[in-house]
C-alpha cells in the first residue's frame, strides 16, 4: 500500500469529488473558469460571467465559488464598480472541505469593473492571496 493507504485514498477521492460538485452545480458543464486565488484540488476562488438580459438593461451574472479540501480555507471579497460608485459587494468563504457559491450582476454597457481580495491556505494559518481586479472581459464565460 501507499502512504495514504486505502481509506486514505478513498477519502482523497471523496473530497475532490465534492469539491467537482460543488462547482460543477454552480455552473453548467461547459463552464470556464477564471481563478483568482488557489489551485483546483486543493483550495480555490474562481470565477465565471454569463450574459443575461434584464429590465436593468444587459447584465452580467456573475458566478463566484470558495472551495476547499479539508484542512484548507479560501475566501474572497467581490466588488462591483460603476465609476467611484459600489454597485455590489460579496464575500465568500469556505474552509474544511465546504464551499460557498454567490452570484452578483454587473452591467455590460455601462463601464462596469470590479475589485477585491481573494486567497487561499491552510487551516493552520499559512496562505497566500492578493487584489484582483480589472474588467469583466478578463472573466471566463460560463
Request: aromatic fraction near 8%.
Amino acid at each position: 500500500m501507499t502512504k495514504f493507504g486505502r481509506f486514505g485514498k478513498l477519502a482523497l477521492l471523496s473530497t475532490v469529488t465534492s469539491i467537482a460538485l460543488a462547482i460543477g452545480a454552480a455552473a453548467p458543464a461547459h463552464a470556464a473558469w477564471s481563478t483568482f486565488a488557489g489551485q483546483p484540488g486543493s483550495a480555490v476562488v474562481q470565477a465565471c460571467k454569463t450574459a443575461v438580459e434584464s429590465g436593468y438593461g444587459p447584465l452580467w451574472e456573475i458566478t463566484l465559488v470558495a472551495a476547499t479540501t479539508p484542512g484548507r480555507t479560501a475566501a474572497a471579497r467581490f466588488e462591483v464598480w460603476r465609476g467611484s460608485s459600489l454597485v455590489s459587494r460579496v464575500d465568500l468563504a469556505a474552509r474544511d472541505g465546504a464551499w460557498d457559491v454567490k452570484t452578483t450582476w454587473a452591467s455590460r454597457i455601462l463601464g462596469d469593473t470590479y475589485t477585491g481580495v481573494a486567497g487561499t491556505g491552510l487551516t493552520s494559518g499559512e496562505g497566500s492571496g492578493g487584489a484582483i481586479g480589472g474588467s469583466f472581459s478578463t472573466i471566463a464565460g460560463c
